[in-house]
T-cell receptor
Framework: NAGVTQTPKFQVLKTGQSMTLQCAQD?????MSWYRQDPGMGLRLIHY???????DQGEVPNGYNVSRSTTEDFPLRLLSAAPSQTSVYFC???????????FGSGTQLSVL | AQTVTQSQPEMSVQEAETVTLSCTYD???????LFWYKQPPSRQMILVIR??????QNATENRFSVNFQKAAKSFSLKISDSQLGDAAMYFC?????????????FGKGTKLSVKP
């Protein structure tokens, strides 16, 4: 049981490049989400999903796309990276509405 | 919309002493959950303690306890007998109860330093 797995752990991009942050969980959790963490801002919700085929926007969705084709995977796509997207990204999942949130180990992304 | 406020960006405590981290929140809901998460330099998010709003008894986990004041919408974390390993960022968080689409809302965090 690996929990929530995020890859890569570190990434450096140039402005305008695209990339996908991967997130997978093996706990059969319906709910998955992506947060970004910036100094002094806490964790802010980017996108979330309550099940396969269902996604919705969070607080800061601009510049990011998501899809949920399977229960296990919830990738986050940056179509054209900008320096403002330099941040630490966390994927998280949970089983029910009141269960604790399981976090991945995070991805440190730098956009130059 | 719900909000979570942590008014102390940084706190410091002497080893073996007690420290209290503050958190207030705003909601019109009556049923919800509150959490404290710890983030050490490893970046891992670790759940410290959780409180259901319908429970009057304050949650306790070993050296960690909360003071939950529902009417005042206050949820402070007390760390007793502080240890060097308690040094970390601490985040207060809120979750609506029973909503399948409920999202965890975080405060901006408090950085706790522990002096030997």
């Amino acid at each position: 049981n690996a929990g929530v797995t995020q890859t890569p752990k570190f990434q450096v991009l140039k402005t305008g490049q695209s990339m996908t942050l991967q997130c997978a969980q093996d706990m059969n959790h319906e709910y998955m989400s992506w947060y970004r963490q910036d100094p002094g801002m806490g964790l802010r919700l980017i996108h979330y999903s309550v099940g396969a085929g269902i996604t919705d926007q969070g607080e800061v969705p601009n510049g990011y796309n998501v899809s949920r084709s399977t229960t296990e995977d919830f990738p986050l796509r940056l179509l054209s990276a900008a320096p403002s997207q330099t941040s630490v990204y966390f994927c998280a999942s949970r089983r029910g509405s009141n269960e604790k949130l399981f976090f991945g180990s995070g991805t440190q992304l730098s956009v130059l | 919309a719900q909000t979570v406020t942590q008014s102390q960006p940084e706190m410091s405590v002497q080893e073996a002493e007690t420290v209290t981290l503050s958190c207030t929140y705003d909601t019109s809901e009556s049923d919800y959950y509150l959490f404290w998460y710890k983030q050490p330099p490893s970046r891992q998010m670790i759940l410290v303690i959780r409180q259901e709003a319908y429970k009057q008894q304050n949650a306790t986990e070993n050296r960690f306890s909360v003071n939950f004041q529902k009417a005042a919408k206050s949820f402070s974390l007390k760390i007793s007998d502080s240890q060097l390993g308690d040094a970390a960022m601490y985040f207060c968080a809120y979750l609506n109860y029973g909503g399948s689409q409920g999202n965890l809302i975080f405060g901006k965090g408090t950085k706790l330093s522990v002096k030997p």
